[in-house]
């Protein structure tokens, strides 16, 4: 049975090839994008969708057909064309040049395959079932966007920038775990989807001291979530 090793691939800055210009691949362009990375999306037409991408973002468009040299210089590439042949050959192609490659709904011309993700700031959820059965991972995904909301972002923001003033104070790492689990066995997470504030600053100053206001510490939670994705 073909197994799949679970990881988190930083593409921050990676330039990356989508094969494809239609909505799968917009999908696909996105969410690289969207980890930062620097896409090249290579096809004869594109969706009108794609027009509406963030001109300032890394994405360059190419409108011709797919070529082996479009692989230089790349660290992975995503084939998400109609042309069953013509996936096979990206496919074909990335392995002779040990590249990282994914193919659109094929797992067996794969060499990583994509789960289902639900994302909540910097909170990252996924789900895969080895490409055997991708609706059945996208029904998972939808019951997980139920069950963790918004307060997710605020609370890894929150804990985020707790996290740098602390270090900023010199306090020793090994000394944050009983912290941030004061705070987690405290139901600082429940207080914050309750929008609790009065709540939430006792807690801060019980556990951490009078200086960490929920106030001032969202805002550095949120400066360093616009930064974008992080090693």
């Given at each position: 049975m073909e197994k799949y090793y679970p990881v988190y691939i930083d593409i921050q800055n990676r330039k990356c090839l989508v094969v494809g210009g239609g909505a799968v691949a917009l999908r696909k362009v996105s969410g690289l994008l969207d980890c930062g990375a620097i896409v090249t999306v290579v096809s004869p037409e594109f969706h009108s969708d794609f027009q509406q991408i963030d001109q300032s973002l890394p994405l360059r468009m190419i409108r011709r057909s797919y070529q082996t040299s479009d692989?230089?210089?790349?660290?992975?590439?995503?084939?998400?064309?109609?042309?069953?042949?013509?996936?096979?050959?990206?496919?074909?192609d990335a392995h002779i040049r040990n590249i990282l490659c994914n193919i659109a709904?094929?797992?067996?011309?794969?060499?990583?395959?994509?789960?289902?993700?639900?994302?909540?700031?910097?909170?990252?959820?996924?789900?895969?079932?080895?490409?055997?059965?991708?609706?059945?991972?996208?029904?998972l995904r939808k019951q997980l966007e139920k069950q963790f909301g918004e307060e997710y972002t605020t609370f890894l923001g929150l804990m985020g920038?707790?996290?740098?003033?602390?270090?900023?104070?010199?306090?020793?790492?090994?000394?944050?775990k009983p912290l941030f689990e004061k705070l987690i066995d405290n139901g600082l997470l429940d207080m914050i989807?309750?929008?609790?504030?009065q709540a939430i600053n006792r807690l801060l100053h019980e556990v951490l001291g009078d200086d960490f206001d929920y106030d001032a510490l969202l805002e550095t939670g949120c400066r360093q979530q616009e930064q974008g994705p992080r090693r």
């Open positions: 692989l230089d210089d790349k660290f992975l590439v995503i084939g998400a064309t109609n042309d069953a042949a013509l996936n096979r050959q990206v496919s074909a709904d094929v797992p067996d011309a794969c060499s990583f395959i994509l789960p289902a993700v639900v994302r909540r700031g910097d909170l990252s959820i996924a789900v895969s079932t080895s490409g055997k059965s991708p609706a059945f991972a996208k029904h920038a707790i996290r740098e003033k602390l270090l900023a104070a010199e306090h020793a790492p090994e000394a944050h989807h309750n929008r609790d504030k």
